[in-house]
Each structure stands twice: as structure tokens, then as C-alpha cells.
């Protein structure tokens, strides 16, 4: 039975058009921005060089390895050393033959230079390909609230299910403390907390991590307290069956019919605040890439639109999307769409 209303499910949200084809484009999004390493480098894919074969993604090698003069790293794209790998072999670049971090010294106007064939999307203030820049800022966006919406889910979880289960006072503390809690103005908590410690991956993900979990509490709270007092949750504390293994195995479930539905809009906050605090630049230190560092230089630089244009339209088709697949599964997830016919 349970297979037949999750392939009813299925249906109702593939009979969405919209919402089905947004989780391919995403799926699609997801995978280039996880190849991004292959897709934008300035370090080529593959170099065959006086019969040996090298592979620079996986290891470094100095400038002398092909022919050049200094122990330093070697710079690929410079046309001395390209006319050197060129006169006993070959090299493979990526199709973009930039990273984020790239500063391109060939520019035939000054930085923030406008698109052109070579530069797709044109360079920011430092002379960085914006296009290389988009796709690992959309790389870290999309780990970044992957990561924190599911921890942010079990935290949420967890509580919610305390609180809806046991009950009574703990149910009455702990919606209080959720509502201290979440009347806290989170947006400056974070600036100052980001100011304070050093601004890493991981140290901005545990400062919303603090604040994101609340968002999920209601909605389990809900589900475990009109499913705690029905006759089977009964009837198994009447056998002896633990608290947690019937929370575990009776009740969450149903919660996660809730938990799925506003996954897509918990990924979506994610993604936001990020942005926020990238743009007022208490995020990712530099120069990594962000969609909201990137949008910040388009405030910063009104005369080269093309910086503002591509983080606005990159980050609001990447929440469009999400906000569209949130939509396809609530609708599938609502009750009265189990009895619709195939």
C-alpha cells in the first residue's frame, strides 16, 4: 500500500510540468557545478610532452617540467610556455581555461573589461573570468545549503519531536524558548558573530545553523501531536515498546511528509543568507567565489553591468527553480492527492 501512494505521489508531481522540469534543470545545474574543476581551470585537463604524460589537476608540476626557466609553478596560459608544450606536444584545456581565482593579465581593455568570445561573461574589478567565478559560486551556494539544510532538518527533527511527543510542560518550556529564540533579530546576530570569528566554510555554516533549525519545528510538533494519542501509538506504550523506537518507527514517518515538503524552501533560506553575507562582506574570505561577492561588485561597479546582471539572474533562477520543486511537492504530498487516479 505504501508503494502504491508513493508511486501517486510520484505521478501527482510529475503531472506538474514546471516543478518536474525544474528538478532536471537543477539535477543538470547540480552536476556542472560539481564538475566545476574540469569545466573552469586554468590548468589543463591532460599535457603529452616529449612523450610523457602529464596531468596537472592532480599534481603540480614547476615551469622547467616543459621546457621554462623558473622551479615555479607553471602558468598555462601564458603563450611562452604554450608555444614551448606546443613544440613537443600537446595540452588539453577546459572549456573555460580560467578558475575562480584567475587574474588574466592579457585583457585588451582595463578590468572589469566588458563579455567578449574569450571572456563570456566579461571580467570583474581584479580581472577574473565573471563566467569561472558563477559556476564555483553556484558550486558553493548549492553545498552550502545541501549541507546546512540537512543538518538544520535533524536539529529540527529532533525537537519538533520532543516537543510534540512528550507533551505538557516540556512542549510549554520548549515553545517558549523557540519563541525567545526565534524573535532574535538572526540577520545581526549573524553580522556580529561573523565579524568576531574568522569567516570560513564551516564557521558561517554553524553560526545559521543556530538559527535555521527553527523553521521545521512547528510542522513536526504538529504531526506528533495529533498522531501521539491515536489508538495504535496506544497501544504500543501499553506493550512497552520504548519512547524512542516508537517515535522512530510510528511516528516519524508521517512527520517526514511535512519535513519533504519545505526542504526546497529551507535550501532556498540557505542559499539567501549566504548571499546576504557575502554581499555585505562579512562572508567567505577572498577570494573565493560567491554569488553574493559577485553581486556586490555590480554594486560597486555601475559602469560594467554585465557583474550585477549575471549574479542577479544566476541566483534568482537557481531560487526560482528550488521554489518550484517545493511547490510540486507540497502538492504532492497534500492527502487528497493520494486518491487521484493515475
Known amino acids: 500500500m505504501q508503494e502504491i501512494f508513493t508511486m501517486r505521489r510520484f505521478q501527482t508531481f510529475k503531472a506538474n510540468h514546471r516543478a518536474y522540469l525544474s528538478l532536471w534543470i537543477f539535477g543538470i545545474l547540480?552536476?556542472?557545478?560539481m564538475c566545476a574543476e574540469i569545466l573552469a581551470n586554468d590548468k589543463p585537463l591532460f599535457v603529452r610532452y616529449q612523450g610523457e604524460n602529464y596531468f596537472p589537476l592532480l599534481q603540480d608540476y614547476p615551469e622547467t617540467?616543459?621546457?621554462?626557466?623558473?622551479?615555479?609553478?607553471?602558468?598555462?596560459?601564458?603563450?611562452?610556455?604554450?608555444?614551448?608544450?606546443?613544440?613537443?606536444?600537446?595540452?588539453?584545456?577546459?572549456?573555460?581555461p580560467y578558475s575562480y581565482d584567475s587574474v588574466i593579465y592579457t585583457l585588451e581593455s582595463p578590468a572589469p573589461s566588458a563579455p567578449t568570445l574569450k571572456n563570456l561573461l566579461g571580467t570583474d574589478d581584479l580581472g577574473r573570468d565573471v563566467l569561472a567565478r558563477l559556476l564555483y559560486g553556484l558550486k558553493t551556494s548549492m553545498l552550502f545549503g545541501i549541507v546546512l539544510t540537512f543538518f538544520s532538518s535533524i536539529l529540527g527533527l529532533c525537537i519538533g519531536a520532543i516537543c510534540g511527543y512528550f507533551g505538557g510542560?516540556?512542549?510549554?518550556?520548549?515553545?517558549?524558548?523557540?519563541?525567545?529564540?526565534?524573535?532574535?533579530?538572526?540577520?545581526?546576530?549573524?553580522?556580529?558573530?561573523a565579524s568576531l570569528l574568522k569567516p570560513t566554510f564551516w564557521s558561517i555554516l554553524c553560526i545559521i545553523l543556530l538559527f535555521s533549525w527553527v523553521f521545521l519545528v512547528p510542522f513536526v510538533r504538529a504531526e506528533f501531536l495529533k498522531v501521539r494519542n491515536l489508538d495504535y501509538i496506544?497501544?504500543?506504550k501499553?506493550?512497552?515498546?520504548?519512547?524512542?523506537?516508537?517515535?522512530?518507527?510510528?511516528?516519524?514517518?508521517?512527520?517526514?511528509?511535512?519535513?519533504?515538503t519545505y526542504?526546497?524552501?529551507?535550501?532556498?533560506?540557505?542559499?539567501?543568507?549566504?548571499?546576504?553575507?557575502?554581499?555585505?562582506?562579512?562572508g567567505l574570505p577572498p577570494p573565493s567565489a560567491s554569488?553574493?561577492?559577485?553581486?556586490?561588485?555590480?554594486k560597486n561597479n555601475l559602469n560594467a553591468p554585465w557583474l550585477g546582471l549575471s549574479g542577479f539572474f544566476a541566483l534568482s533562477i537557481l531560487l526560482c527553480l528550488l521554489v518550484f520543486i517545493g511547490e510540486g511537492l507540497r502538492d504532492a504530498m497534500r492527502t487528497e492527492a493520494i486518491g487521484i487516479k493515475q
Open 263 to 282: 526542504l526546497p524552501f529551507i535550501l532556498c533560506g540557505s542559499i539567501t543568507t549566504l548571499a546576504s553575507l557575502d554581499f555585505l562582506g562579512l
Open 291 to 298: 554569488l553574493g561577492e559577485i553581486l556586490a561588485q555590480g
Open 65 to 96: 617540467t616543459f621546457g621554462g626557466d623558473f622551479e615555479t609553478s607553471a602558468n598555462y596560459n601564458d603563450p611562452y610556455l604554450q608555444e614551448k608544450i606546443a613544440q613537443k606536444g600537446f595540452m588539453i584545456m577546459p572549456l573555460i
Open 169 to 193: 510542560k516540556v512542549d510549554l518550556i520548549g515553545q517558549r524558548l523557540i519563541e525567545i529564540w526565534s524573535g532574535m533579530p538572526v540577520l545581526f546576530v549573524l553580522i556580529i558573530f
Open 30 to 33: 547540480f552536476l556542472l557545478c
Open 234 to 236: 496506544k497501544a504500543a
Open 238 to 260: 501499553m506493550l512497552g515498546v520504548s519512547h524512542i523506537r516508537i517515535m522512530l518507527h510510528h511516528i516519524l514517518p508521517n512527520a517526514l511528509v511535512a519535513v519533504l
